[in-house]
């Protein structure tokens, strides 16, 4: 859809001025017309503006100009560029004509013009006005002195964004002062930019039809494209077809392709526990309208049985993934599907930098016999929702609520305007987890901020973060019962024995009998176990280690990279132990079936190869940097 220009980090789209709305492909079905270009920032996952959306951009220019008319009845759309939360381009007429920014220390949207808009909004708009004079030369990025103010309009506050004026040039700007005392304040506006009218074409009214219309001969090019593809990698093959169908726009765009490639492909969801309420009514409505099976992975409770020990989820430290996600739906293919299943899927490349480089067929490490095909990874929004109302296919009502993306209602990954969407439409949700947050940010004696403002979406805070975090004491305590900590006694060093020795006293949780250290070494090593006195030796090709119960280490080595290496491993063996999940995945990844789920990890020492294949598909383990981090003092970590 979007054509990338690099060097300057844009987009390059186009518009079509006779039918008022966004060219996906090469040219209008409607007219004709090769449209024209205009640019938008990177990565340019560009979206329409629908439902609530619409109504709040309309409050908020009203509000702040006193009009919205020059958008009313027009296409709108929404490009997301990086920011601290919310922060979307607004396009119509075929130009980025502000921003939309979620302010997170004030908690509410605002809206900032760009030079476009400017032009859009001189002539109409009421309030937040200045007109000045006596300034000459290049003024964009200046300041007006309080001085040179002539009038103002409207009230506003310091901060607020504001249409500067000057004879026939107009521009947006930015209060330095409030209106109230303006002209007498040494710095009154900044002015951002300021230009004679544009000749910028206003767009005819349009709507999400007119849309679909224009780009109805792109779309079909792209559906036809991904049927061929889903078509063609079955071909010959004999594993059933399914859908992974989670509610949101991808998948449901996935599904209309699947049910032309296929007869009744079987829709996959999983019920995570965290489900919008409208998401779970939404996903058995569909399946019963469209007449297709549905198969349900049910996490149960699970995110509550082990947010205590994990505390919350992060973007960083996606533990409850891997619980609620990839643990239910292994056990539903493995069941469902004993001899696999090909699932077509709603991955994007523009939705992650993770998904940036995914391919049509794709495998997850952590769930076995399942091959994932990827037919809208190139697709843009914009193209997933013309596709959408192209075919009539019926979506999830949140995406009317002002909600750009839709999954696990507390997600870390969600932005904390949609959170405070969130305790609009569900209070008694938002109160639940917003109560769990600050009693957890109290028992680590951490500032409420950190919880206000989203700090802790992340372990570590990028550094978008950073600077908004400048004053604020963020570090961790323990906290009851989930407290996790690594005291080295002494790093890898010579032993006066001979060889290297390594020493440390781990601090976790005691979720289970010790016993279960045992098993999880077995995947290491031999292990011998002493239940009397709780002490678990383990012997590697590469070193030996003790594990006692009250936490105290002790590896031995030849060499201090082989002490080091046994240490990890045992570290990880009783983090393993203590803080399994019961998810299951590394039980049904195991090609000699020695491993079984009983109240925690069970290994059959007869049959492990010790291959660590297990290991790898292990939640705990994934995240064991971001859990524990060996230091030489007692490192605390959430």
């Known amino acids: 859809m979007a054509q990338n220009n690099a060097a300057h980090g844009k987009e390059v789209c186009r518009w079509c001025d006779r039918c008022g709305t966004l060219i996906l492909g090469r040219k209008c079905s409607v007219c004709g017309s090769e449209g024209r270009i205009f640019e938008i920032n990177s990565p340019g996952d560009i979206r329409p503006c629908m439902g609530d959306s619409y109504d709040v951009l309309r409050t908020l220019f009203t509000d702040t100009f006193g009009t919205f008319s020059p958008l009313e009845g027009r296409m709108i759309f929404f490009n997301k560029v990086p920011g601290e939360d919310r922060t979307d381009e607004i396009v119509a007429h075929g130009a980025v004509i502000g921003i939309i920014r979620f302010d997170m220390r004030d908690n509410c949207l605002k809206i900032e013009l760009r030079q476009p808009g400017a032009d859009l909004f001189r002539d109409v708009a009421t309030k937040n006005i200045i007109i000045f004079g006596n300034m000459s030369g290049h003024l964009k990025g200046k300041t007006i002195p309080g001085a040179n103010v002539i009038e103002v ?112 492909p079987g829709l996959l969801f999983i019920n995570t526990g965290l489900e919008f309420p409208e ?116 979506y999830n009502p949140l995406y009317e609520m002002d909600f750009e993306r839709i999954g696990c209602y507390l997600c870390a990954s969600c932005l904390s305007s949609e959170w405070r969407n969130t305790g609009r439409i569900h209070p008694e949700m938002y109160s639940q987890w917003e109560d769990h947050l600050h009693e957890y940010a109290e028992e680590r004696g951490l500032p409420k901020e950190y919880i206000d403002m ?56 005691r979720n289970r009998d010790f016993s279960y250290v045992e098993d999880a070494l077995r995947t290491v090593g031999e292990v011998k176990y002493s239940p009397e006195f709780e002490i678990v030796l383990l012997k590697t090709p590469k070193g030996r280690a003790k594990v006692f119960g009250g936490g105290q280490i002790s590896v031995t080595a030849a060499s201090a990279r082989d002490a080091e290496y046994v240490f990890e491993r045992t570290v990880k063996g009783l983090l393993r132990a203590q803080l399994c999940t019961s998810c299951g995945i590394c039980a049904k990844g195991c090609p000699k079936h020695a491993i079984r789920i009983s109240g925690g990890l069970r290994v059959d020492p007869d049959r492990c190869n010790r291959c660590g294949k297990c290991e790898r598909s292990c939640m705990v383990i994934h995240y064991y940097d971001k859990m524990i981090s060996p230091s030489d003092k007692a490192n605390s970590v959430r």
């Open 153 to 264: 309009t409207g009230d506003f506050s310091e901060g607020d964004p504001v249409l500067v004026r000057k004879a026939l040039k107009a521009g947006p700007g930015i209060a330095v002062s409030g209106s109230k005392g303006m002209k007498e304040a040494e710095k009154a506006v900044r002015i951002r930019d300021l230009n004679a009218a544009s000749e910028m074409p206003l767009s005819p009214p349009s709507d999400r039809e007119m849309f679909v219309k224009a780009n109805k001969d792109h779309l079909l090019a792209l559906e036809s494209n991904g049927i061929s593809d889903i078509r063609s990698f079955i071909k010959g093959k004999k594993q059933p077809v399914t859908v992974s169908f989670s509610g949101g726009k991808d998948s449901l765009a996935a599904y209309g392709m699947a049910s032309r490639a296929v007869r009744n």
């Open 279 to 394: 998401t779970v009514e939404y996903v058995h409505a569909f399946a019963e309208e469209y007449g297709e099976t549905l198969h349900i992975a049910d996490a149960g409770n699970a995110f509550w049985d082990n947010v205590d020990t994990f505390g919350p989820p992060a973007k960083d430290f996606r533990w409850c993934c891997k619980v609620c996600k990839l643990g239910p739906i292994t056990d539903l293919i493995s069941h469902d599907y004993p001899k696999g299943t090909i699932t077509v899927e709603g991955n994007r490349a523009l939705e992650s930098f993770a998904r940036s480089k995914i391919g049509f067929v794709s495998k997850n490490p952590f769930v076995p016999n399942q091959t994932n095909l990827n037919p809208v990874r190139t697709w843009s929004a914009a193209e997933v929702w013309g596709y959408i109302w192209l075919r009539h296919l019926k």
């Open 454 to 509: 989203g700090f802790w979406r992340w372990k570590v805070l990028p550094p978008k973060m950073v600077q908004l975090a400048e004053g604020m004491d963020l570090r961790t305590a323990p906290s009851k019962g989930g407290r996790m900590s690594l005291k080295m006694l002494k790093g890898a060093s010579v032993c006066t024995a001979g060889g290297y020795s390594e020493e440390a006293i781990a601090t976790v949780p």
